[in-house]
Nanobody, 130 residues
């Protein structure tokens, strides 16, 4: 019963904020690398932000300064605080975890390089629109 469950998505106006949650069960999240991904219909899933197994946080350039990844080990939950949202942020957001680190910075941040990640959530929809 190893799984991740995302929540917190919804409709928000441009410039607004949302906080996504990713609750882990069946394993201890603090022992894993974990990241947030997003996908727009017709496009490849891409990385957004991640924690390494040593607790270092990374972000893709498009969200730096706007998004913050955090975690509550007692709740076995990882969060993504999203501020200053724009329509370009509209996507299904997924969390994923693996026992080994995976990159989420640089230019090659699209799904093919993440296909071996062990655990994926089902996603939560974020819609940014006026």
């Amino acid at each position: 019963q190893v799984q991740l469950v995302e929540s917190g998505g919804g409709l928000v106006q441009p410039g607004g904020s949302l906080r996504l949650s990713c609750a882990a069960s069946g394993f201890t999240l603090g022992d894993y690398a974990i990241g947030w991904f997003r996908q727009v219909p017709g496009k490849e899933r891409e990385a957004v932000s991640c924690f390494t197994t040593t607790g270092n946080a990374y972000y893709v350039n498009s969200v730096k300064g706007r998004f913050t990844i955090s975690r509550d080990n007692a709740k076995n939950t990882v969060f993504l605080q999203m501020n200053s949202l724009s329509p370009d942020d509209t996507a299904v957001y997924y969390c994923a975890a693996d026992r080994f680190d995976f990159p989420c910075s640089g230019t090659d941040t699209y799904y093919p390089r993440y296909k071996h990640i062990e655990v994926w959530g089902k996603g939560t929809l974020v819609t940014v629109s006026s």
